[in-house]
């Protein structure tokens, strides 16, 4: 065990399975600019661990993650778009570096999963929720849209559903998630963990590169590599930065800060 983080902790077992557990409970594990950053770089060793064959994406607290850090939101709705656009190419990282990583990765999901909470589950193979968690796309309510995550959540979901939950910006539980393609299995919180070592027993059975190498395939087979998926971040990040500067953008996230209610 070891860990050299502040707001994530990192746990390897002799067994090859590494723990990254999100530890901000105190805001349902909201991001920050540090989160981003620490989640990136262990999520980027351990691709590299050849020690390690599966990564488990978990969270202290009640929440999964509730997507954006409220301070953090505060300095983006005063940056300009350029700036806006950098800070969104950090997220963009993070969630590229998940989905094409080398490894086998399983989210454990409770509590919320909101915005980048539910990008971080689709960047992972499989997720495990607990009957009582609750997913959104909420980013609409704010006059926003969820551009970085968009590709990830696309593929989970498919084109027809994520132009309604895009839109509609509406919570939806766990057995929902999993009809939609975000979640893998819905299992009670006491039944969770059963089910993420059956699936590490699994994982174990099968060949390190087999894996590393199946992951691939898929990707290159629905074409879309690596290099195609830094062009598209390119522009969801301008497409973020653009729609945060906006008239819209502003008044949405003004008087979300301001705790006003949003007439649109």
């Not at 589950?121 to 969820?146: I, R, S, W, Y």
């Not at 839109?167 to 993420?196: H, N, P, Y």
Request: glycine content about 6%; charged content about 25%.
């Amino acid at each position: 065990m070891f860990n050299s983080y502040q707001t994530i902790q990192l746990k390897k077992e002799k067994n090859g399975v590494a723990y990254v557990t999100m530890n901000r409970p105190e805001v349902h594990n909201a991001f920050n600019a540090q989160m981003i950053e620490e989640l990136m770089q262990c999520f980027k060793k351990l691709n590299d661990d050849r020690s390690v064959h599966v990564i488990v994406l978990q969270a202290k607290g009640q929440s999964f993650s509730a997507g954006a850090d409220i301070n953090w939101m505060k300095s983006m709705a005063q940056a300009t778009e350029e700036e806006n656009k950098k800070d969104s190419e950090k997220l963009a990282a993070l969630m590229r570096t998940i989905n094409f990583n080398a490894k086998a990765t399983i989210a454990r999901v409770q509590g919320l999963a909101l915005g980048g909470g539910v990008g971080l589950a689709c960047c992972c193979d499989m997720v495990v929720a607990d009957t009582e968690a609750k997913f959104g796309l909420t980013e609409a309510k704010l006059g926003l849209v969820p551009a970085v995550i968009s590709p990830y959540v696309i593929d989970a979901i498919g084109t027809r559903k994520a132009r309604r939950y895009f839109q509609s910006a509406e919570i939806f539980g766990a057995v929902t998630a999993k009809e939609l393609g975000i979640v893998s299995e819905v299992r009670d919180s006491s039944e969770m963990d059963k089910w993420i070592n059956q699936q590490l027993k699994f994982l174990s059975s099968t060949g390190p590169n087999a894996k590393e190498i199946s992951k691939k395939l898929v990707m290159s087979v629905v074409g879309r590599t690596l290099p195609q998926q830094k062009k598209i971040d390119e522009y969801t990040t301008q497409v973020i930065a653009a729609v945060r500067v906006s008239p819209e953008g502003q008044k949405g996230l003004s008087a979300f800060l301001n705790k006003e209610k949003i007439i649109w």
